[in-house]
């Protein structure tokens, strides 16, 4: 395979635009399915296809929100209005957000351990496969990733659980670059 600069100059530069710096316009329907497309493109042990897709655009990232306030609400009765305000803008402003779930198939030889790690691929393949299509997009959880009652609101299944929601549209604001860490401090050589 021949050295792709553009592809290596790409990931020395990729970062993520937080959620309140994406805006319209989204991905058009033919963005969106070749984003998918490329998204589900990582290594899957026995071709399992341990996880799922879940889309959340238009009008239903308002109704999000207003379930995402009224669980909040039900988990903690104290919250204030500027808190449940949060909650109903969880998928605001980008236009179009895309909750990946581990979704682990039973299979003697791969453990799910292994199928949550595919997940999490597909994840940053969405990012990827959001980038290269000219957008930005951001990878996180948050809490009703891990309620239960939230994540079922969301889409989940029964044994399934969110491993990121990636929220996907144009920048609004140009960021500073992503400084590297310290390779010494996190790579080191196996010696026996």
């Known amino acids: 395979m021949a050295e792709n600069k553009e592809v290596l100059d790409y990931l ?106 595919s997940s999490a691929g597909v994840a940053l393949n969405l990012l990827h496969a959001a980038n290269a299509a000219g957008f930005a997009a951001h990878w996180v959880t948050r809490w009703f990733a891990y309620d239960k009652a939230a994540a079922s609101m969301l889409g989940a299944k029964p044994g399934e659980r969110f491993v990121a929601f990636v929220h996907i549209g144009t920048p609004t604001r140009r960021l500073e670059d992503k400084p590297t860490p310290d390779m010494k401090k996190i790579v080191t050589r196996w010696a026996g």
């Open 12 to 117: 020395a530069t990729r970062r993520s635009t937080p959620v309140d710096f994406l805006g319209a316009p989204g991905p058009t329907e033919g963005q969106l399915a070749e984003i998918l497309k490329l998204g589900v493109r990582v290594p899957d042990h026995a071709k399992l296809n341990p996880w799922r897709l879940v889309i959340y655009q238009g009008d239903a990232r308002a109704a999000v929100g207003e379930k995402l306030a009224q669980i909040a609400r039900v988990n903690n009765p104290q919250i204030d209005e500027k808190e449940l305000e949060t909650e109903r803008n969880r998928f605001l402003p980008a236009p179009l957000t895309i909750g990946v779930l581990s979704s682990p198939v039973e299979h003697f030889k791969v453990p799910e351990f292994e199928q949550l790690l």
